[in-house]
């Protein structure tokens, strides 16, 4: 029998008597500090040294947030709902190895003009393995405008290894620096989607306009649920409106029902979350650790021999007040700026190693990009 029709026809009492029934773990099940899973966190942070180059601290903050959400929950949660508030038994750290092995702080910063257009296939820049890590890239805007976030459920990420993770505005990361506390509960809300929650409001019921999220103990809702206690039409129940799947700026609970879903999610090989907090590598796709598009600006500009061993000749750039750069793939700088002719100049990057690297021209008229290859 459908619970959600359940809690239509029985009404309050009779409903959450049959909620705990089907759900008879509590919040007191789990021992504080002792989460189930724990999940590795690498913040990919997309600036040009403007704000959004967001501060470690607010970062640390909002790791605390999370850990507050996820796990050892201590806000006080409303009837009827508090019968049925879970400890979702997970805990977030900042990555402290990176894929090859090397020590890291779990804070990746690459400067990209790419910042201002977030969610777009480009700026999932130097993902790392998400089968390890659970990827959040911080822009200055989204190239979508009036949203926060761009989060895939796994049954939408299965396939796109590559931009699986969550992409945020950076002024919803945290509560301090460029967010505040009105806006903490938003990242939350986007890894609850990244495992497998959907929206308490996202699914129509036979064309609307109540929906629901394919969860038993949250009863249908109207959409846009704004915090203010108003009659729930969808359900004889009170809408869930506090919870983090619901309105971001009042929630403050997830229930039971989600939290079997997560952990449902987290043993199941849908886009590899099984992996996720094992700790274990497993085979996942490489994924472009590019911080800049391949063959961006103008495409006048060449650069040759591709591939070089001890020199690269760039033409065709337009003035004298031009700036060259060779990146390696992270971004990072490995040859100082040169500057030349108008017509020809020569880059002799010397001693460096074999592999892939970007040669950044910036010029009055903007930046090109070319791949080259060190043979």
Not at 71 to 97: G, K, Q, R, Y
Not at 107 to 135: F, H
Not at 326 to 340: K, N
């Amino acid at each position: 029998m459908n619970l959600k029709r359940l809690t239509r026809t029985w009404g309050l009492t009779s409903a959450w008597c049959h909620l705990l029934a089907l759900f008879p773990w509590s919040l007191a099940s789990a021992q504080p500090g002792e989460a189930l899973y724990t999940i590795p966190v690498v913040f990919h942070v997309l600036h040009e040294n403007g704000p959004e180059n967001i501060s470690d601290a607010q970062i640390a903050d909002a790791l605390v947030i999370l850990n507050a959400h996820f796990d050892e929950p201590t806000e006080p949660v409303e009837p009827p709902f508090d019968a049925i508030a879970a400890d979702m038994d997970i805990a977030f750290v900042l990555a402290s190895v990176a894929p090859d092995g090397s020590p890291t702080s779990g804070i990746d910063r690459i400067e990209t003009p790419l910042t201002d257009v977030g969610g777009t296939p480009d700026t999932y820049l130097n993902a790392w393995p998400r089968n390890r890590y659970l990827n959040i890239w911080v822009v200055r805007s989204l190239a979508t405008p009036g949203i926060a976030y761009i989060s895939f459920l796994p049954e939408q990420a299965d396939t796109g290894p590559c931009t699986d993770g969550v992409m945020i505005f950076h002024s919803y990361v945290g509560s301090i620096g460029t967010s505040h506390v009105g806006r903490k509960r938003t990242l939350t809300q986007a890894i609850g989607r990244f495992l497998d929650l959907k929206r308490v409001h996202e699914e129509p019921i036979d064309g609307g306009p109540c929906a629901d999220d394919e969860v038993e103990d949250t009863p249908p809702a109207l959409p846009n649920l704004q915090c203010n206690g108003a009659v729930n039409p969808c359900a004889e129940i009170v809408a869930n409106e506090h919870n983090f799947m619901s309105s971001p700026y009042c929630s403050n609970m997830f229930t039971l029902g989600q939290r079997a879903r997560v952990h449902a999610c987290l043993s199941s090989a849908v886009a590899q979350r099984d992996q996720l907090a094992t700790g274990i590598p497993g085979d996942t796709p490489i994924c472009s650790a590019t911080s800049v598009p391949e063959n961006l600006g103008d495409r006048s500009i060449t650069a040759r021999p591709n591939p070089f061993s001890d020199h690269i000749i760039v033409e065709g750039i337009p003035s004298e007040e031009t700036e060259l750069e060779l990146v390696d793939m992270a971004g990072r700088r490995v040859v100082e700026l040169i500057s030349g002719s108008t017509s020809v100049t020569v880059l002799e990057p010397g001693s460096i190693a074999r592999g892939c690297y970007f040669l950044k021209v910036t010029t009055r008229n903007g930046l090109a990009v070319r791949k080259m290859i060190k043979e």
